[in-house]
């Protein structure tokens, strides 16, 4: 059977996620978070320069509402890179990324509440253990 075409980007996502949130804590027992954010985002930049230069670039699409979209997700994602920093500047890597690995829990809720997205019985079970899991890591 074909894996399906989303499975594979979700791993190496996966992947590339684990390890980004073990630099950070390297990074600030050395510098500040606020250095380290720079330097994060520029990482960022780098990879989606890389983007645009290995697949083509093309103007990018205006629509106003899916701009603004993407435009809070980069807020709020630089927001929470932010926070992990400060985190990790101050705490155990093995502990905030439990705490911070509930963050699909929130997602799943705001699908639910404002994009009316269906949960079922065992869905709801699954988020539940996986608060459990990240109260049982990070204690």
């Given at each position: ?7 594979i ?87 905030l ?21 269906p ?21």
């Open positions: 059977m074909a894996a399906q075409s989303w499975l980007p979700a791993v190496l996502c996966m992947v590339a996620w684990g390890f980004s949130r073990l630099f950070p804590k390297l990074a600030t027992n050395h510098i500040d978070p606020k250095s380290a954010l720079t330097f994060e985002v520029l990482g960022e930049v780098i990879v989606v320069a890389v983007i645009l230069l290995g697949f083509g670039f093309s103007r990018p699409e205006l629509h106003l509402k899916g701009s603004s979209f993407a435009l809070l997700a980069g807020v709020f994602g630089g927001l929470g890179v932010y926070w992990y920093l400060v985190a990790a500047d101050r705490g155990n890597v093995s502990q990324v439990g705490v911070t690995a509930l963050y699909p829990v929130i997602t799943v809720l705001l699908g639910v509440l404002l994009l009316n997205e949960l079922t019985a065992k869905q709801m079970l699954g988020v539940g253990l996986a608060v459990v899991a990240v109260v049982l890591v990070s204690s």
